[in-house]
């Protein structure tokens, strides 16, 4: 985990020395990048967030972290909604914090941020290290791949070129797709493809590349998207776009190990807020959302027994809702960013303290 000022304490980045993004390996300067990328529920998540970053933040100034920095386009938005308010941005990968870091300088915001390379689930000993005493008032989860990971062929995220089959977000460490492909046996290739991937013809699949693997190990997308094709019955090819892409996402969870992670970092997140503080997450599939809701709903509730005539002080609800359900983008916000299609936002703020 590396870190820099706001006020340095575990410091040894911040967002005028993380590393430029050119060389971090970006030809492509930060504002050529970020005029092309649109945050999702940008509007919406400035909104939620608001209140707490507003006001209320005790004595200092409020602080948010942004857990999944990307290209930091809802970092900048609140930043600069926010005169005073100080951040942390978190990122596994490395080329998003450098690039970030160049769009944060060119807009003269980089002194109130600190740049953290790790992964989300270390958000609580962030929080402890670099965050106000009392917990910090905002934390947002942008969850997924961003526009520059699947713009960068080299990556492997992307199923339209023939790449090579890496797909880590962070790609100095673990696995790569490749290495997934090759190793893994059918019945554990057959478990991410359909979890991971919902896709019906999982074993098919995972057959048709264990054999193929006996003749060449796996090296790049194209030949894994030709497979995938052949493997799926014809009149499930002609519905619902490339097939390629839920094997595609299943690897990414996988190499990435997503969902456990973000399993651990919501928790953590909680327990970093402040009272007052807000926790906002944008998920992109059914089971990123399902692990959101069960990390938040049970603290909604009191746990008082029922047929207690009054509601214990140390039983009552945690958190509450800010959102009902999960909200799905609008037509008109979909039309301005094609990405908010699958996304699905819910938020929850803490109402009380819980003993630690
Ligand atoms: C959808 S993008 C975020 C875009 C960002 N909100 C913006 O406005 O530019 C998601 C980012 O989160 C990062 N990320 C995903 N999972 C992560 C994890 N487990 N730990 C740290 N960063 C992660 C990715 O590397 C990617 O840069």
């Not at 596994?92 to 160049?102: E, I, P």
């Amino acid at each position: 985990m590396e870190s820099g000022p706001l006020p340095p304490r575990s410091s040894t980045e911040n967002a005028e020395s993380a590393g430029s993004a050119e060389s971090a390996g970006s030809a492509e300067s930060a504002p050529d990048i970020a005029a092309r990328h649109i945050p999702v529920f940008l509007d919406r998540v400035g909104d939620l967030l608001m209140p707490a970053l507003a006001g209320g933040a005790g004595p200092g100034p409020a602080t948010v972290v942004d857990a999944t920095l990307g290209l930091g386009g809802h970092l900048v938005n609140l930043l600069q909604a926010h005169p005073d308010l100080l951040a942390i941005g978190i990122d596994r990968d490395r080329q998003a914090l450098a690039l970030a870091g160049d769009r944060l300088a060119a807009a003269g915001l980089a002194g109130r941020v600190r740049l953290v390379h790790a992964v989300y689930d270390r958000i609580g000993e962030i929080i402890d290290a670099d965050g106000p005493a009392g917990g910090v008032q905002g934390v947002l989860f942008d969850l997924g791949v961003s526009s520059l990971q699947l713009d960068s062929t080299e990556r492997g995220f992307a199923y339209a070129q023939d790449a090579p089959l890496d797909m880590r977000m962070d790609p100095g460490s673990g696995p790569t797709a490749a290495d997934v492909l090759n190793t893994y046996s059918a019945t554990e290739l057959t478990r991410v493809l359909r979890v991971y991937g919902e896709e019906r013809f999982a074993a098919r699949i995972a057959a048709a590349v264990i054999a193929r693997r006996d003749r060449a190990p796996w090296l790049t997308s194209a030949p894994l998207v030709e497979l995938v094709r052949d493997a799926i019955p014809a009149p499930a090819r002609r519905t619902g776009g490339n097939p390629a892409k839920r094997t595609f996402q299943a690897l990414r969870i996988e190499v990435n190990d997503e969902l456990a992670v973000l399993a651990r970092a919501i928790p953590a997140a909680l327990d970093g807020l402040a009272v007052g503080g807000r926790l906002v997450v944008l998920s992109f599939h059914s089971l990123e959302d399902r692990i959101v809701k069960r990390a938040i709903d049970p603290a909604t509730h009191s746990t008082t027994p029922l047929d207690l005539p009054v509601d214990l002080p140390e039983r009552r609800p945690a958190l509450r809702w800010l959102t009902r359900g999960a909200k799905a983008p609008t037509p008109q916000e979909i039309q301005a960013n094609p990405r908010a299609a699958s996304a699905r936002l819910r938020a929850a703020e803490r109402i009380r303290e819980v003993a630690a």
